[in-house]
């Protein structure tokens, strides 16, 4: 055997076939798949009053101002920012595996949803929201592959909201059609439910992210 030819042969023995990564699925990835879904079912049922300084209109109306005039107290519902929350802690594959997990669970076993449960709830207006919250992991976990700069976390953020309130909203019109109901129904509803909402979707859910990002180097995940 030439000396050419040995060098060849030694080449193919020493270079090993890359393997696939596939997703390590361990009893402590499995613990905290679930605790996330469950954290959905809490942010769920859960109210905050978030009370913040604001510019009333009667500023500029010249009626008589009182203290209680520049305060404003919104009610919120934090299941975008726990969405948002649990794409960034678990990634694309587990954290889309948890949000299915939390939407199975609401169609065939437990009443987990904010009006209840079944298959039936499929029917229900705000239930595009909830199918919502799978295109919106998928659209966010892939930005933040690039990095959890402050500037990712935004884009990643922007295109979950928009992406759930959006699938929400067009959701709701198809029923609303259906249904045989009026303009001004939809009109209302898209006030109410993604009027003002989105803004704070928008600011609570950046925070999620930044706290995300520090509890996956914290729990030190590889997924």
Request: glycine share 8%; net charge positive.
């Amino acid at each position: 055997m030439t000396e050419e030819a040995q060098i060849k042969r030694l080449r193919v023995r020493t270079v090993k076939p890359k393997k696939r990564k596939g997703v390590r699925l361990g009893v402590g990835s499995l613990v905290l798949l679930i605790f996330c879904s469950f954290l959905i079912v809490i942010a769920t049922f859960l109210q905050l009053d978030v009370t913040h300084f604001i510019i009333p209109s009667k500023l500029f109306t010249g009626e008589p101002l009182t203290i209680k005039d520049f305060i404003f107290t919104y009610k919120y519902i934090p299941q975008v920012p726990a969405i948002l929350f649990i794409t960034g802690l678990l990634g694309r594959r587990l954290g889309i595996t948890s949000i299915l997990l939390y939407i199975i669970t609401g169609l065939f076993f437990m009443p987990v949803f904010a009006l209840g449960g079944g298959w039936r709830y499929i029917f229900e207006f705000g239930f595009g929201y909830i199918i919502g919250y799978l295109p919106a992991a998928f659209a966010a976990s892939t930005i933040l592959k690039r990095g959890y700069s402050y500037k990712n976390t935004a884009k990643a953020v922007l295109a979950g909201v928009l992406t759930i309130h959006a699938t929400g909203v067009l959701y709701m019109i198809l029923l609303a059609f259906l249904k045989h109901m009026g303009l001004s129904f939809i009109f209302d509803w898209i006030i109410s439910q993604s009027g003002i909402k989105i803004l704070y979707d928008f600011v609570f859910s950046y925070l999620a992210v930044l706290v995300a990002k520090y509890a996956r180097i914290i729990l030190w995940l590889y997924l």
